[in-house]
Every structure is written in structure tokens, then in C-alpha cells.
């Protein structure tokens, strides 16, 4: 029996105008815990008036809050830190609740959200502008950073509470008013988290909260003329479709999209470190990172040793509660990317290749309810199969066999998708020849699962356009004015 209080709401409702409001579409959606299919909590569905006064809300309150000095936004955004630690492990019980992953994994998540919200405060005072030589006289030309107005932010349900404190810190910290709009698989924690915001006492209209279906309330927010810039975490298709609802009013698009990180090992690599990074980067959260290891590409020369290796690392994996300290891995988020994960699977292995670990969903005792997958193993996996053409997202890890690091790189550089890579060598020449000629938006050399609040999250190719984190993620959120300042008569 998977334990965990379920939500103490009779249903949640939406956060406009600093206030929680009832829908104008009187409609519920019901959100399930994955480990065993309970629903755990009832959510707004918001209707396009409810979407509508959202808007008009974060219009009405942008000027103000962009006169306020980024300082005294960022005392708003301390306080609710503050709060937020407070509160630490509610939130990680509501997302070990609503999307599955283990409690140390939700600890992270909470201790992530923090740490934007953190890196946007101590941005405040360093958003910088340009004065540069004018052309005439008694004239100054500068150029200055100011927000765009309205922002919307799209989250994911992967990481549904560290994706609002990466958008919404930036937008705040730099003058932006934002709505948020969070996966409708995984509301809880965001609708809990605007409590504090509640709490805090942020202006009314700054930011704002509306629950729904995305193809319907998401299209209403990007398709809006309101809206200046929309930032986005989400899937390929989704990312296609939010384009173009955008196009008619040319708003500004963030877009993390898809990934299909390849994890290269060469013939010198350390064999103990890279087995170790290629299971922590592909099984941490159940495979649902946007960089995740989703296929190792290992020189044929190492790649029965390596394999070997791999597998008796990947069977100490242990399947479970995810509120149980002695589980490694939950549930899927939910039945539809299981069964994409299975389709993926069978589709594999009729094409040839073979699963030597896994391969099924598990039965029997707390697996004969939820969204279960066993940590899975694909060999004789060739480049075609679906497994390599596919983004998985999930944990099953096909093996590849390459001859050399060009083949590799061939592989890598056909891919329509280009969000990051790994690579294990210790041969220099190949780590700086890679950092050239890799075609993606994150290159993780020698190491497994990493990233920095001050580095900067991007996608190539089709996994997206624009980024987030540091001092560029920042910048993303501020457009540019010249001045030209003539200060003789």
C-alpha cells in the first residue's frame, strides 16, 4: 500500500487577481497519484473567460511592478523562499503524491525550486544595459534591458515544482508579470506553492495561476495578444503547436523541448565511472529528464565488458514505494507514456534486438495498480530501431555498438533533436573536437547527470529555441530599447 496523505481540498481553484476564484466552466479535473491510480485531488478546469481575466490581471499589474525596483521585487521572492523552506517536506509528500518520483528525489526538487528562485533574487542588481560611442555631439547612445510585459509560463509535468521557480523567478525578478499554467497531471504542488505566494502578499495580478486541459487553456494563453512571452518545457509536438499559435501576434518563444541524449564511450574510458554515470543518467526519475541518458553508444572494442558491467549495476535498481527510503525508482507519470514506453519496447525487440533485463511491467502486490516499468536493458540495438529513433523518456537503456567516435558523432548529428550529449574519453583531442562538432545544447563530458544554476539550459535543432538558468536565462526575459539621448541644444 503506497502511504502519503492525499490533498485536504474539496477541489482547488484558480489564482487570479490575487484571489482564489471559482471557474465559469463549473469543470473538474481529477488528478491521480501514479503508484496506484487514487485520485488524490480535483482541479479547476478553467474556462477562456477564467483565461481572460488571468490576462487582463497580469496586464493590469505589469507597470507597477516593473516601476518597483528589482531590489524590492526581490524581497517578495525571499519571502516566499522562506516559506518554502518552512514547508520542505509537504511539498515533496504532494510530488512523490502526484507524479511518482521517490522522496530524496522530491527533497531535490524542493531544494531546486529554492535554488532559482535564489539565483533570481541575487540577479536583481546585475541586469546590465550598454552605453556605447555616439555619432554626433553632445549625444549619448545607450541601450537599455526592459521586460517584455505578460509572460506565460507552460510546465511539465516531469518536475512540476522546480519548473515554476525557473521561470517564474527570472520573470519576476526583471519586471515581468506571469501566468502560470502547470501539466494537468500535476497541478498539486503548483496550486500549493501560489498559497505562499498568497501568503507572501505579492501585488494582485503578478502573478497569476489558471488549471486546465493544454490544448485548450494553453492555446488561449500563447494565442493571446496580451501575451508578450511565452516560455515552454514540454514535449516536440507541443512545442510545434504552441509555435504556431503564437506566430499571429509574433510573441516571444522559450522553448525546452524534446531530447535524445546520446551517452558515447570510447575505448579509453574509465569502464566503473561511466557505467556508474550512464545508470544514475538514465533511471534517475524513473528516465523522465529532458536530459536523460537515452541511448549508450559504446565502442564495440569495450561494449561486452562495459554491457556486463551495466547490467549487474542496473539490476541493484530497486522498484517500489516511492516513499520507501530503500527505493531507487517509482512509477511513471502516467498510463499514456507507459504505453508509449512498452510500444517503444515491443517495437525494438520485434526488430531484432534483445532485452536482457526487463522488457515488461511488473505484477503482483503494490505493481497490480499504477504505472509501473521494470529498469530495462536493450541489446544488439541497431541505429534504425525504434528505440534510437525515438525519444523513450523512460527507463529502458539500448545499447549500441559503434566502431569509432565519427560514427558516433555521424549518429548524433542526423538526429532531428539536439538538447545534450555525454561523452567518456580521456582523449583530449576528441573532448575538444566533440565540444566543436556535437550538434546539441549541452555537452557533458566525463560525468553523469549535471547542471548549474548559473550555467544555461538550450536545445538545438528541434529541442527548442531560447533557454533558461544563469545569467542568459535572465536575459531571456528582457527584451532591448536603445536610447539616443541628445543633451546639447
Known amino acids: 500500500m503506497i502511504k502519503g496523505k492525499q490533498a485536504n481540498e474539496e477541489y482547488y481553484k484558480l489564482y487570479i487577481d490575487g484571489k482564489w476564484v471559482d471557474s465559469k466552466s463549473n469543470k473538474l479535473i481529477e488528478v491521480q497519484n501514479p503508484a496506484n491510480e487514487e485520485v488524490i485531488a480535483r482541479v479547476t478546469d478553467a474556462s477562456p473567460e477564467d483565461v481572460e481575466l488571468a490576462l487582463t490581471s497580469s496586464q493590469r499589474a505589469q507597470s507597477d511592478w516593473q516601476a518597483l525596483p528589482s531590489v524590492k521585487r526581490a524581497q517578495y521572492i525571499i519571502r516566499l523562499v522562506e516559506k518554502l523552506k518552512d514547508k520542505r517536506e509537504f511539498f515533496a509528500e504532494l510530488l512523490v503524491l502526484e507524479q511518482g518520483k521517490t522522496y530524496g528525489e522530491a527533497l531535490g526538487e524542493v531544494d531546486d525550486t529554492m535554488a532559482y528562485l535564489t539565483y533570481a533574487v541575487e540577479s536583481a542588481n546585475k541586469i546590465k544595459g550598454d552605453i556605447l560611442p555616439a555619432n554626433n555631439v553632445g549625444e549619448m547612445l545607450s541601450i537599455q534591458k526592459v521586460p517584455y510585459g505578460v509572460t506565460v509560463g507552460l510546465c511539465a509535468w516531469n518536475y512540476p515544482l522546480a519548473l515554476i521557480g525557473r521561470k517564474l523567478g527570472p520573470a519576476l ?183 536482457v533485463l526487463g522488457g515488461k511491467r511488473p505484477s503482483g502486490g503494490i505493481f497490480d495498480k499504477g504505472y509501473w516499468y521494470e529498469p530495462t536493458v536493450l541489446v544488439d540495438v541497431t541505429k534504425e530501431m525504434a528505440a534510437v529513433q525515438k525519444e523513450i523518456f523512460g527507463p529502458v537503456l539500448p545499447i549500441v555498438k559503434i566502431s569509432s567516435f565519427e560514427e558516433a558523432v555521424e549518429l548524433v548529428n542526423s538526429s532531428s533533436l539536439g538538447l545534450a550529449g555525454y561523452l567518456f574519453t580521456n582523449d583530449y583531442k576528441k573532448i575538444f573536437e566533440a565540444t566543436n562538432i556535437l550538434q546539441v545544447g549541452t555537452i557533458i563530458i566525463n560525468q553523469g547527470l549535471s547542471g548549474c544554476m548559473q550555467g544555461y539550459h538550450s536545445g538545438h535543432k528541434l529541442s527548442g529555441l531560447g533557454g533558461e538558468d544563469g545569467e542568459y536565462g535572465i536575459e531571456g526575459y528582457l527584451q532591448k530599447r536603445t536610447v539616443y539621448l541628445n543633451y546639447k541644444e
Open 173 to 355: 525578478i526583471t519586471g515581468n508579470t506571469m501566468i502560470i499554467k502547470p501539466h494537468e497531471l500535476t497541478p498539486v504542488a503548483s496550486l500549493e506553492f501560489f498559497k505562499l505566494i498568497d501568503e507572501v502578499g505579492f501585488p494582485p495580478g503578478v502573478a497569476n495561476l489558471v488549471t486546465g486541459n493544454g490544448p485548450e487553456v494553453g492555446h488561449l494563453l500563447v494565442s493571446s495578444p496580451i501575451t508578450k512571452l511565452v516560455t515552454v518545457t514540454g514535449s516536440v509536438r507541443a512545442g510545434q503547436a504552441i509555435f504556431k499559435a503564437a506566430s499571429d501576434n509574433i510573441t516571444a518563444l522559450s522553448l525546452e523541448l524534446g531530447g535524445k541524449a546520446p551517452f558515447i564511450v570510447l575505448e579509453d574510458a574509465d569502464l566503473d565511472k561511466a557505467v556508474e554515470a550512464a545508470v544514475a543518467a538514465r533511471f534517475a526519475n524513473c528516465g523522465q529528464i529532458c536530459i536523460c541518458n537515452e541511448m549508450v553508444l559504446v565502442h564495440e572494442s569495450i561494449a561486452d565488458e562495459f554491457t556486463e558491467k551495466l547490467i549487474e549495476r542496473v539490476k541493484s535498481i530497486k522498484v517500489g514505494d516511492p516513499f520507501d527510503s530503500s527505493v531507487h525508482m517509482g512509477p511513471k507519470a502516467s498510463k499514456l507514456d507507459l504505453d508509449k514506453i512498452d510500444s517503444i519496447v515491443n517495437e525494438t525487440i520485434s526488430q531484432g534486438a534483445t532485452a
